[in-house]
């Protein structure tokens, strides 16, 4: 074994899990901190994307050791703008990153996202953050990045991961050099290509690409004014097609490449210059160009998120047409569902269904979105038939509840997940309400549960070093009480104690006392 390059984080003194369900981990000793203390590493996380540093701010809430090992040897480069939806924002919000974030963003209203179709925003969105924010990659990266090591996280770049090996008491995980680390869990943050999924073997069924669009941002030699009547006109067939002013004299060129490549390179300002001529009869004099990208439809679902002791997250889970601007979101929303609910297991309190409830929660979601990027590659088809859908469907839209369904689709706060019967809050998420101390939000930095008793006569008990508690006859709430997960989303309505106890066992395991 190679020596550590940096100390890790000493040992905690608290419990480990001791779970003996079939298929996963059994105890390696009856000593509590056995476990944890004989790995360098809770958690190793392969990727240093979005998706893996969210989860590693969020490990680190909870103290877990984490490292993060990334292939490339510097951050990207590329100065692509991605959009923060919705419930992303809100997720931000919760964890005291919006503030930081919102500075380097473009903030635009929350419409036209459904297959580009122009509609403004519905009546009845319910967030206090109704907006798009758009950032370019590389800030997002490095702010989320920045959040993770401020925690506590460890980042080695230039180390790709090159095989593991599971056991009872955890994973070996072996880099490019040769080195060989010891963590308790690896999540596989690593992208579509993902080489954690690969090594452990999960199936990655659906579709390959069946077309391939150019995409970048370079300087155009025609005025503005040619420009926006060029491509007013090819819009009216090719949604596929835009150039849309991005700074001073700088565009956002998006085309139909010309087929689907198997090279991974970027095209060249050649291809730009080709494919632009083929559809609109100019080339625009495009030049000197910030960033040149390919992208495909490819649309694929990993068959497991778990195999025992290694998970996958983000595009290494799951892969679709950016159309909606959904992937980024649907990563770090895969990274705050995962990462209190692992927390819980190396913390030693989680119940012993929880850290399945991942993939049973997330899984269904990502097949919506695939779902629903299929449509809506299918209404940017130039084909008749797609294009009287689409037509059609832009007259359904003028109804605001079918605006809002779409838009609440592509932003992620319609996702319910399953938590049994009881009244349609339960499973949502709860927007930002008034309370005593200003905003919920703000109440739920620490990743923690949250009881939120408009009765005044509830307690946490045995869960207060999980679970927070505020007692507010005044919440914005149309319900007496709720129980928050870490994640905002509503684990119990109610107002009876032992009720609320039998939930708090459910999703936080057994009181301390």
Known sequence: MHPPQFTADPPSTDPVERDSTVGDIRPASSAPNADR?????????????????????????????????????????????VGLHIRSLELMAMRGLLERILPHGRQRPASAFFAAIAKPAPQGLDSRYAYLLGIPQPVIER???????????????????????????????????????????????????????????????GEPARTESLMGEMEVGVPQEEVAVVVAEIRETHQRFWLRPAGIGVYSVLVPAAGVSDRAEP??????????????????????????????????????????????AGDAAHIHPPIGGQGLNLGVQDAVNLGWKLAARIRGWAPETLLDTYQSERRPVAEEVLDNTRAQTELLSTEPGPQAVRRLLVELMDFDEVNLHLLEKITAIGIRYDFGAGPDLLGRRLPDVDVKQGHLYGLLGRGRGLLLDR???????????????????????????????????????????????????????????
């Open 267 to 312: 095209p060249t300002l050649e291809d730009f210059k080709r494919q632009l001529h083929a559809i609109a009869g100019t080339d625009f004099g495009v030049h000197s160009p910030r960033w040149l990208s390919r992208f495909g439809d490819a649309t694929r679902l990993a068959d497991s998120y778990r195999v025992g002791r290694v998970l996958l």
């Open 455 to 513: 009765t005044e006569r509830l307690t946490a008990g045995g869960w207060s070093d999980r679970v927070d508690h505020l007692a507010d006859p005044t919440a914005g709430l149309d319900v007496p009480c709720v129980l928050l997960r870490p994640d905002g989303h509503v684990a119990w309505i109610g107002d009876d104690q032992q009720d609320l106890d039998d939930h708090l066992s459910r999703w936080f395991g057994k009181p301390a006392h």
């Open 143 to 205: 702010l989320l990045e920045e959040r993770a090591i401020d925690l506590g996280a460890q980042v080695r770049r230039g180390r790709a991961v090159v095989g593991f090996e599971q056991d009872d008491e955890g994973v070996t995980v072996e880099l490019a050099d040769g080195e060989q680390l010891r963590a308790r869990y690896l999540v596989g943050c690593d992208g579509g290509r993902s080489t954690v999924r690969k090594l452990l073997g999960v199936g990655f069924p």
């Open 37 to 81: 203390a004989a790995h360098t590493y809770d958690v190793i996380i392969a990727g240093c994307g979005p998706t893996g540093a969210m989860l590693a701010a969020e490990l680190r809430l909870h103290d877990v050791r984490v490292l993060i090992v990334e292939r490339e040897t510097e951050p990207p480069s590329a100065v692509r703008i």
